[in-house]
Nanobody, 129 residues
Framework: QVQLVESGGGLVQAGGSLRLSCAAS????????MAWFRQAPGAEHEFLAA????????YYADSVKGRFTISRDNAKNTVYLQMNSLEPEDTAVYYC??????????????????????WGQGTQVTVSS
């Protein structure tokens, strides 16, 4: 069973930082794009950032551009989300997602939930004002 396990969430004050990690159980994930989404109570999944398999291309939602940084270490089968200048509006459950096959260059950036095949269990991030 393929698994994605997130860690690094928690409670932080506004203006603070957190670094989320997502470890994949299958080395095959290093060949495909991965992403971070979040879901606030009562809301749908919101795309945050995606990274191509090589790490050479990244894409961010406007809401986090300049504050969040996605990166990956394929040797460790892990993707990261560095979150700086956190705001109360960033409070949500954060999920990492991975593809299980190449979706084509023309479809990049991969920002839709349906473009990902595997999801982690989520990690709570709470930002206090």
């Amino acid at each position: 069973q393929v698994q994605l396990v997130e860690s690094g969430g928690g409670l932080v004050q506004a203006g603070g930082s957190l670094r989320l990690s997502c470890a994949a159980s299958d080395r095959a994930f290093s060949r495909y794009a991965m992403a971070w989404f979040r879901q606030a109570p009562g809301a749908e999944h919101e795309f945050l950032a995606a990274i191509f398999w090589s790490g050479g291309s990244t894409y961010y939602a406007d809401s986090v551009k300049g504050r969040f940084t996605i990166s990956r270490d394929n040797a460790k089968n892990t993707v990261y989300l560095q979150m700086n200048s956190l705001e109360p509006e960033d409070t949500a459950v954060y999920y990492c997602a991975a593809q299980s096959r190449f979706r084509g260059i023309s479809a990049w950036p991969y920002t839709r939930v349906a473009q990902y095949d595997y999801w982690g269990q989520g990690t709570q991030v709470t930002v206090s004002s």
